[in-house]
């Protein structure tokens, strides 16, 4: 694990939920050093449905509310995925992770666990995002959902997924439109 040097802002501009935004700088933080990036810059923005809808529109041209958008606006370091090691291993990192608390209350209540531990799992996995891992495919979906386990049980979490749930048929997590992405799209 390397220890870097991180810069992590943590903004709320929604009304749905009360959330901690020390836990979510601190779970940012730990998952950045255990992804062993060097430096990051890193905003995390909890924003409202419709504020969700409109830049998920804007960036991506889905019209539809997401869970988590992130975008990476700028990388250092080893371009290609380490074979055996954390895929932020080294990496100087300036990105946006955006969670949608509407989505996130929804998805709670269809999960069964708490709406601050549902937008944990979107800022873990717009994390992942930005450091490197992808779910595009079946085999990069299971290698991201293996590390969201982790960096989850870290703070003794354990996500549910809808595919071993009654909720089958959907992809990881309820949307608002049925044929968008299971998560938010890297942009």
Sequence with gaps: MQ?????????????????DAGRLHKIAADVLSHENVASAEISVALIDGETMRELNNRHLGHDYDTDVLSFLL??????????????????TLDGEV???????TRAAVDFGWSVESEVILYLVHGLLHLVGY??????????????????????NLR????ESSELE?????PAVDPTAPSFGVRG
């Excluded at 048929?169 to 997590?173: E, H, I, N, P, T």
């Design 74 to 91: 700028d990388c250092e370091g080893p371009s290609e995925p380490s074979s055996n090691g954390p895929r932020g291993a080294g990496k």
């Design 159 to 162: 996500p549910v997924y809808a």
């Design 98 to 104: 955006l969670v949608s608390t509407d989505v996130a």
């Design 169 to 173: 048929g959907s992809d990881a997590f």
């Design 3 to 19: 220890r870097g040097s991180y810069h992590i802002d943590v903004t709320d501009s929604q009304s749905k939920a009360l959330l």
């Design 134 to 155: 992808d779910d595009l495919t079946d085999d990069e979906k299971a290698i991201m959902r293996e590390r969201e386990r982790y960096h989850l049980s870290r703070w």
